[in-house]
């Protein structure tokens, strides 16, 4: 096939905006996506089907059982999960990855964020490390990713907002009932709440009309196109460029080398499962935590016998996510008023300056519940089922509010991504194996967080709570899976540089998830984002400057 000047693998959050950034600045490219591009059209609105349940199937892929992983648990036995099994730490196989049908909240770091080492110093047996790069170098690119994908919201009522330049590009979605009634709540406790962040048209924004407040949203495709994620902004601006190419279903085997130690492109299986070759100047893997760990340690060769990159047995490790925490509160009156998206308030009190925590999380109100996420809502001592579990479900379901948040993960070297030695997948590579947890003090951090969440609830009137949380007995990805590539300035205690380029490799990029350091108290989207426009501003310039080509 005809050279091109780069390869993006992954069509997701990252590597959507690195395809349209790289065409717009006129350079080649092949985006590969192992799924498909799916439409609110493909995905019916199946409460048992949807992306957050997944045993009865993943709506937005991966389509079939042919890509296992290993799980292996606190007491060190290894299990094989398939993709349809909620331990999978599954993220969306599909044009857009999980930008098509996720929560949508678009939160920055804060400035303490990216120096944790610094502020607090890294509890004992922890990979702790500051980034190399600071808040202030990625604020321009935050602000470029907030305008050119679309967040609504307003940071205005709290103090603890991170330093920024202009507001947000579209004001807050309306108040919905639980905003009413925990606002006041939050005031009385001395917070300060205010309306989530969201990527999602509160008005009509680029062409496209506001949210219609359905109750089908976290783990949906949006069927008005207001839910902004890469697969309906950047990734047509791409492909409109007629720079860039697309090419579905397919799945990425290696990057290749060659006697220099130099990518010279990849392998992949095309959409009829043959092996293919795509040549290019540039590799700029983005598949996600798990799958780009994954597709560097399966791309061995003589230069390279322990994977790409993989020089100082880094890759793969500091695999995080996040431990969620919060509380469920039961009130004597209706609370739900099927206002979608549901999530609506949050506060950010409490993400740092706790004395005997390193850092902390954002707290704010759960999505709509669907009956299938009530299930495990209900007060604890409630029948599995039967009458009584019925009973309870009617009782609670509209007189029930979650507030919960992502704890800041305190990574360790252990929880990593390794291959397994055995278990194959459909094309005969090495599947991921997941093992380790995070710190246990990110428990510490959780439990502390589940009793503020508690709280809150007491005071907006919960007539009793439920705490929510524990001590997981293995970690917890998923969505928010990152870490496994991270960056740094050394190249023994990290995988990539400041822009993302492989230590090792120099025209081979990771630019997703995997290069956090840590993952923040925050969704982590809009910061993948950021990064992604950061380390494509880098490439385009380098490129042009110093010339990458081969």
């Known amino acids: 096939m005809k050279r091109v000047n780069a390869v993006v693998v992954g069509a997701g959050a990252a590597g959507g905006i690195v395809a349209k950034q790289l065409a717009v600045s006129g350079m080649s490219v092949v985006l590969f996506e192992r799924g498909k591009w799916y439409t609110p059209a493909d995905c019916r609105k199946d409460d048992l089907r949807n992306q957050r349940t997944t045993v009865l199937g993943n709506a937005f892929g991966p389509e079939d059982e042919g890509n296992p992983r290993v799980l292996v648990d606190a007491a060190g036995n290894a299990h094989v999960v398939l993709p349809s099994e909620g331990s999978y730490q599954n993220n969306a196989a599909c044009v857009g990855g999980g930008t098509l049908s996720y929560g949508a909240q678009a939160w920055r770091y804060m400035p303490q964020d990216f120096r944790l080492k610094s502020t607090y110093g890294a509890p004992p047996g922890s990979s702790l490390e500051d980034w190399p790069i600071s808040y202030d170098d990625l604020e321009p690119f935050y602000d470029q990713a907030e305008y050119e994908i679309g967040v609504s919201g307003d940071y205005s009522p709290t103090p603890f907002r991170s330093p920024r330049k202009r507001p947000l590009p579209m004001p807050p979605l309306p108040a919905n009932r639980e905003f009413e009634i925990l606002e006041p709540a939050a005031k009385r406790l001395g917070l300060h709440p205010f309306p989530l962040p969201m990527l999602r048209n509160s008005v009509p924004y680029n ?263 524990g001590k997981p007995a293995t970690i917890s990805a998923g969505q928010h899976q990152a870490g496994t590539c991270r960056m740094g300035n050394d190249p023994q205690s990290s995988v990539v540089n400041r822009n993302c380029q492989l230590h090792d490799v120099d025209n081979v990029f990771v630019i997703d998830g995997s290069v956090h350091v840590n993952n923040g108290g925050f969704n982590p989207v809009l910061t993948i984002m950021a990064i992604a426009y950061m380390a494509s501003d880098a490439l385009v310039h380098n490129w042009k400057g110093t010339g990458l080509r081969s």
Request: with cysteine; glycine share 10%; charged share 20%.
């Open 207 to 469: 062409d496209r009309g506001p949210c219609m407040r359905c109750r089908w949203c976290c783990g949906f495709a949006c069927e008005v196109d207001a839910k902004n994620g890469s697969q309906n902004t950047v990734i047509p601006i791409a492909l409109g460029t007629g720079n860039c190419e697309l090419r579905m279903s397919s799945t990425v085997k290696e990057v290749l080398v060659d006697d220099k130690g130099r990518a010279r492109g990849v392998s992949y299986f095309d959409e009829s499962g043959h092996l293919q070759e795509q040549l290019s100047d540039i590799v700029v893997v983005s598949a996600c935590a798990i799958e780009s760990a994954r597709l560097l340690l399966n791309s061995k060769s003589r230069l390279f016998p322990n994977g790409l990159g993989n020089r100082y047995d880094q890759v793969g490790r500091n695999l995080q996510g996040h431990h969620y925490t919060g509380a469920v509160g039961y009130f004597d009156h209706d609370t739900y008023d099927d206002m979608g998206p549901g999530a609506s308030i949050a506060v950010m009190d409490y993400n740092h300056g706790t004395p005997g925590l390193v850092g902390g999380g954002m707290l704010a109100n759960e999505f709509i519940r669907l009956p299938i996420h009530m299930v495990d809502r209900v007060p604890k001592d409630t029948p599995r089922w039967g009458l009584a579990h019925k009973q309870a479900m009617r009782a609670w379901h509209k007189r029930s509010i979650v507030i919960m948040g992502p704890t800041q993960q305190i990574p360790t070297a252990d929880a990593r991504v390794i291959l397994d030695p055995a278990v194959k997948d459909q094309w005969g590579l090495p599947v991921a194996r997941i093992q380790g947890n995070c710190h246990p003090h990110t428990f510490e951090i959780g439990a502390v967080q589940s009793q503020r969440a508690e709280a809150w609830l007491k005071e907006a009137g919960a007539i009793f709570t439920s705490r929510t949380g």
